[in-house]
DNA sequence: ACACTAAGGTGTACGGCGTACACCTGTCAA
DNA sequence: TTGACAGGTGTACGCCGTACACCTTAGTGT
């Protein structure tokens, strides 16, 4: 009978429970309005009572950057890669675009978290697939991650299996078991990654030539202006290349 | 004579004084460690006497970005408008990256400060001096500053004159003073943000189709790596356009 | 039916933050 | 000398994140 009562009584809390409600509370009011206390508010509940499910505000912002990179679209099958990823983009652009908080909220991000690893790996995939090469992937995904996301940006520079213990720390073999487990899991950064190592000591290390993919990027931008200059483009007409 | 002991005494305050001391302070402990308290401490003052010489704390944000804008060199005269903003990019992200706070705090700036109005003016410029046409300029300015920077990125979204009144509060006539004043300072950018807009009936309105503005980019970069795929670029020989 | 246990929710408290407001104090012009 | 005003001070308030000890509840094995 007392149970019949608790029918009546509020839903209990749970990480996801949370996590949504954050989602949209930062929705609401903005991700400055985003406290603990006031979510918690939200939620009918006592302020601590939210460090039952996540550890802290930190990962509450992790989790919550999850939950929305959950609802890019799947990189769609059956066209070539250049289409697949325009689309892919532009879903996530509408992404961000409703969470008005997110670009914010990624740049401090500095955990990768599954969902992120898992998109950027399909991403990855979306230029392999389409037979693209390795080494130019690897560039590609310096030019439109951290231009586009601001995400991506630190994935090669910083271990990309979070290890917040100092090397020496590590057990010998641990390194051994995240590769295989990463190699199932994420294949395609992996092969980005090492890729990009090949002739260093470290499997998945700290690195890249910085300078090179920020040039990079700003050498294929800068030669894009010269040739619509050069054709005199209009955006009257058309888009990039069709004018 | 208790002047001569004022020499011993503390330097006095001033509102330079106090924003170099804070950029200092955050490429020291980094931003987040930056408290109107800790600042105070570091000047050995009093927390609030800083509030003589800056409003608010982000007033305080305003003018470190103020600051380092100030650092990025000016444009280089006397060459293609190519290698001028190349030049000048790559010096803004020196300037980026010897203040790792600053990205994230440009991400957060809403507001139009003086010093990055002339930065950006001036980057106008360099486009308009090489003979890149108005239209054009305006788009490439949207794909380099959103992309590279985080700071254009509002400009033409958001009124480029600070106007925090609401419309209704504005008098008679200030428009057009503001117009004048906008012409003088900043030409460039005026020129950029009424040629976006001479079908619309606001001056510096807001808008811009901000959905064109990003697939021009995302086209841009996409037509770049599709380039690069057709012959069979790799990063070990060349940059861009070289291979 | 009951006691045990672990998970979930509570209450209190602490140190930090930005900053409003009333107040002193030192400097300089008249 | 005086008076005003800019610059520095002290106190206090209401937020914040969260440590820690506690109580409540739901689910289990007997």
Redesign the pocket.
């Known amino acids: 009978m007392?149970?019949q009562i608790?029918v009546e009584?509020?839903m209990?809390?749970?990480r996801d429970r949370v996590l949504r409600a954050a989602v949209s509370l930062a929705d609401e009011v903005g991700i400055g309005?985003?406290?603990?206390?006031?979510l918690a508010q939200e939620l009918d509940?006592?302020?601590?009572?939210l460090?039952?499910?996540v550890a802290?505000?930190?990962e509450l912002l992790d989790g919550m950057v999850e939950v929305i990179v959950g609802e890019i679209d799947p990189a769609a099958g059956g066209t070539d890669w250049k289409s697949a990823v325009r689309l892919r983009v532009l879903s996530a652009r509408r992404v961000l675009q409703h969470h008005k908080w997110a670009r914010q909220v990624l740049e401090t991000r500095t955990k990768q978290t599954p969902a992120v690893l898992e998109y950027m790996d399909s991403f990855i995939g979306m230029f392999l697939a389409g037979g693209v090469s390795v080494d130019l992937t690897h560039h590609v995904m310096h030019a439109i991650g951290s231009r586009m996301w601001g995400f991506t940006q630190e994935l090669f520079d910083s271990p990309a299996i979070p290890d917040g213990e100092a090397q020496a720390e590590v057990p010998p073999g641990v390194q051994a078991v995240r590769f295989q487990q990463m190699s199932v899991l994420y294949p395609n950064i992996l092969q980005i990654a090492t890729a990009a190592r090949h002739d260093d000591d470290s499997v998945v290390g700290h690195g890249c030539d910085d300078q090179f993919e920020f040039e990079f990027t700003l050498d294929l931008l800068l030669d894009g202006f010269e040739r619509l200059h050069s054709q005199a483009w209009t955006s009257k007409h058309a888009g990039p290349e069709r004018g």
């Open positions: 007392a149970q608790a009584r509020r209990r809390l749970s309005q985003l406290s603990m206390r006031r509940v006592v302020p601590m009572a460090y039952k499910h802290n505000k930190e």
